[in-house]
C-alpha cells in the first residue's frame, strides 16, 4: 500500500495502525478530531510519512475535505493514487435503552455508520484495482453487553455495509473486509471499564489476556496485504478466543 487514509489515526488502534503503514514505506493521511497534540506526536514519530487532518466523521463536508487533502498529498508526495481505507473513527455510549437520549444516539450512529458509509463512497470514487478497505466493527455484535446497544447496531451496519460494498466494488479489482476486536486496551476500554471488569474478561479469552492496538493492527495490514487478494466480503474477529 502506498497511499492510506486512516480515520481516528492519532490513538489506539488507529494510530497503531498508521504507524505500522507508514513503518512499510506508505504515506498515510489519518483524521482526529479533538488532541491535536497526540496527532502531532503520530506525524512526528512516524518520520514525515504521516499527515494529520483535523475532521469529524460525522460531518459530510469534512469527510470530503479529509478524501481531498489526501488527494492534494499523494500527489504532491508521487504517492499514486489512493490504495487503502482503514474506517477505524468510532464513539461509544454505555446508557441503557430505557434512558439513551435521541441526541446520544444520534452521535454514535453519525459517526460509526453515516461517517464510514461516505469514507467508503468517498475513497471508492477514488481507488484503481488492487484498493483495499477495511472497516473497524466489534465483538460486540457477536458477544454483546449491556448498555452498548447502539454501539453494537452501529457495528452490525458496518459489517453489511462491508458485504454489500465487496459485492459493488469486487468487479474493479476493490477488496472491502473487515474486522472486530474484542477488548482491546485502549481509551475507548479503560474509559468504559473498571480494571476489574477489564481483568474479567482477560480471564474468559483463550489466551488470557485483553488484545493490544498492534495485534489490531497486524490483522489490518494482513487485509491490506497482497496475500489478502482473495478475501472480501468478510469480518475477522481478533478476540484472542473470545467469542
Excluded at 494510530?15 to 507508514?22: D, F, I, P
Excluded at 446520544?104 to 461517517?115: K, P
Aim: glycine share 10%; aromatic share 4%.
Amino acid at each position: 500500500m502506498h497511499a492510506a487514509v486512516v480515520t481516528g489515526g492519532s490513538r489506539g488502534i488507529g494510530r497503531a495502525v498508521v504507524e505500522r503503514l507508514a513503518d512499510g514505506g506508505a504515506t498515510v493521511v489519518f483524521s482526529y478530531v479533538a488532541d491535536e497534540r497526540a496527532a502531532r506526536q503520530v506525524e512526528r514519530g512516524c518520520g514525515g510519512r504521516a499527515v494529520a487532518v483535523r475532521a469529524d466523521a460525522a460531518d459530510l463536508d469534512q469527510v470530503k475535505r479529509l478524501l481531498a487533502t489526501a488527494d492534494e498529498v499523494f500527489a504532491d508526495r508521487a504517492a499514486g493514487p489512493l490504495s487503502a481505507l482503514v474506517n477505524n473513527a468510532g464513539v461509544i455510549d454505555h446508557t441503557p435503552i430505557d434512558r439513551l437520549t435521541l441526541q446520544a444516539y444520534e452521535r454514535v450512529m453519525a459517526v460509526n455508520v453515516r461517517g464510514a458509509f461516505f469514507t467508503v463512497q468517498e475513497a471508492a470514487r477514488r481507488m484503481t484495482e488492487g484498493g483495499r478497505i477495511v472497516s473497524v466493527s466489534s465483538t460486540g455484535t457477536a458477544w454483546p453487553s449491556a448498555g452498548e446497544s447502539v454501539y453494537a447496531a452501529s457495528k452490525a451496519a458496518i459489517e453489511q455495509l462491508t458485504r454489500v460494498a465487496s459485492r459493488e466494488l469486487g468487479r474493479r479489482g476493490i477488496t472491502v473486509n473487515a474486522v472486530s476486536p474484542g477488548p482491546t486496551d485502549t481509551d475507548m476500554l479503560r474509559a468504559g471499564a473498571p480494571p476489574e471488569a477489564v481483568a474479567g474478561v482477560a480471564r474468559m479469552t483463550a489466551l488470557g489476556r485483553v488484545g493490544t492496538p498492534a495485534d489490531i493492527a497486524a490483522v489490518v495490514m494482513l487485509l491490506l496485504s497482497p496475500d489478502a487478494a482473495w478475501l472480501t466480503g468478510q469480518n475477522l474477529v481478533a478476540d484472542g478466543g473470545l467469542v
